[in-house]
């Protein structure tokens, strides 16, 4: 956004498309899922209140610019197979 | 300018007389005002309208206090309200009743006094309920006839304006002109 | 043209149909009047295209008319008193989205003690909102400033929403002649509203959203900048309007009789119209005597106060209303405009037909006679704010 009075628009509008920002670097823990034993129910796609999750063939794909890492994903998993691993590991 | 003060009971339509009276007024080129002072609105309870007639502009936004001609929609409201209240010397009171206008006079303590049996005008004209009349339209014609503030064809006119049973009210007017009686014998 | 006996409220409901307003969302219960009545019989009989929303509050009326107003609909809405009250924080949200919405408010009373008479608390209140506010002595003023106002409002530089008073029942409910403009008329003074910022699927941008601490400033600073360039903006579409219909409202403010006045009165609403009459008696008898009404709250009209300063002697400001704590809220507008001025008449302060009570002649002749009287002996027991006729059992019964 401009910065001076002189530059900004009289409306507070945002014209940046919010998937041009990437906020993916604020996650701490980064969701893994074990394909093998991924069951194709979509909780985690259902869920993912950030919308970082695609249907794969295999299993969910992540959107690593825009997953904060929440863990929801994780949590509704009913055959527990998505794992949270630190990002600094 | 000539300032007109109705005394009513919510739902018997003073504040549609004020109007009626005033569109009138404005038919034959006058500036006015039309408006209520309502206490609590609700049926039968005492309502005050107020209509201000002058041919400049009335910029006076105040209620009137010492009015030319006072109007009662219902005479029950005589020993309720202080009707007369500040009435000009000269000012006149037009009443609702079967009366006789010499003895009603008297009985308000004022020089002139007219009356009409508006209720019965209202029945005749299946104006509103046998119980619940509405007389408003009747006064008016009544109004004209005893003040010559506004002529009849103004008044008919104007009732001929309103959304509903125009025809029924703009006879009941006339009707009223013709049967009111004024003080005096005049 | 043509002439129609109108109450204030169906004024508003005109000028709503004469600007074609194209969203009014609006709360159809008390304290609501019969603006919005109107508005909807104008709709059903085919002289309204609008879409009318039925909401459950004052708080959603002003939230769905700035959701409007973002998509480019021209938005109206109309409240009273409590009504306005809840809608305040939208207020504020519609000055800050720069949501050119037009609000018509029936000044009454706030409770408790609970009152439905004409009082200026309701919208003095709304003061700091970033909304524009104009005020009205009659029906007339009603209807034409129902149409300036969205012009001024949905000026490029401006984008702010605008209130427009109108005293209960002293006009809200009062019959008047006023002059119904011709449509092709308002059409051509006022084009249709179509904002640079509009909220588009086919375009989609972000409204509303998070700016952070080194931006937010510039925001309000703009709404400031917007607010101050109103002033010229209300004074030219005033003369333009004078120009189509012969009305002048006198831009910032209605001075009357001002001239070479030596004291005059100050303030909002139905009661200053009165006071005219009075003047013109008073000037009769030799008083040099004036009126300034208030038209315009937001922006406040500093230049017209301190342009009266240069001349008067004294200034009475009257309040329909008071902010708990000192003094009315013009009174002390018009004393802080003459702090930093050269010339400072004397000032004092009338609080004055607070919650409907009758403000008649024979009170505005009362006013200036203790106006001149304070001016040579000072404020004596009462103080520069004089809550005027209040039953204190001293004062006779004939003087309130």
Known sequence: MPGTIDEIPITPINTTNSTAVKTGGWRAFRPICDTDKCIKCWSCWKFCPDVSIAIGEDGPIYDYDHCKGCGICANVCPVKCIEMIPENK | ?186 | MVKELLTGNKATAYGAMLARAQVIPAYPITPQTTIVERIADLISEGRMETKFVKVESEHSAMAAAVAASNTGARAFTATSSHGLALMHEVLIWAAGARTPVVVVNVNRALGPPWSVWADHQDAMAQRDTGILQFWCENNQEILDTVIMAHKVAEDPDIMLPALINQDAFFLSHTSEPVDVPDQKMVDDFLPPFNPKEKLDVDDPKGFGSLVMPPQYMEFRANMARSMDRARDLIRKVDKEWEGLTGRSYGGMMDMYRCEDAESILFGAGTMMSTAKDVVDDMRNEGRKVGIARLRIFRPFPVDEIRYLADSVKAIGVMDRTYTFGQGGPLYNEVNAQLYNHTNQPFTKNYVIGVGGRDVVPRHIRSLFDDLEKVRENGYGEEGEIHWWGLLDGKTPREEM
């Open chain 2, 1 to 186: 300018m000539i300032e007109i003060r109705f005394h009513g009971r919510g739902g018997q339509g003073a504040v549609v007389a004020s109007k009626v009276l005033a569109d009138a007024a404005f038919r034959e080129n006058n500036d006015v005002q039309a408006f209520p002072y309502f206490g609590v609105e609700r049926r039968g309870a005492p309502v005050t309208a107020f209509t201000k007639i002058d041919d400049r502009h009335i910029r006076n936004k105040a209620m009137i206090y010492e009015p030319d001609y006072v109007i009662i929609l219902e005479a029950s409201l005589i020993s309720a309200v202080n009707v007369t209240e500040g009435l000009k010397d000269n000012g006149l009171v037009l009443v609702n009743t079967k009366d006789d206008p010499d003895e009603m006079a008297k009985r308000l303590g004022v020089k002139r006094a007219a009356c009409i049996d508006a209720t019965q005008v209202a029945i005749d004209n299946k104006l509103g309920s046998k119980f619940q009349p509405i007389v408003n339209t009747a006064i008016v014609g009544a109004f004209s006839s005893v003040s010559g503030v506004v002529k009849k064809e103004s008044v008919v006119n104007a009732i001929l304006a309103l959304p509903r049973y125009a025809e029924r009210n703009a006879q009941a007017a006339r009707d009223a002109y013709d049967q009111v009686r004024i003080s005096g014998g005049a």
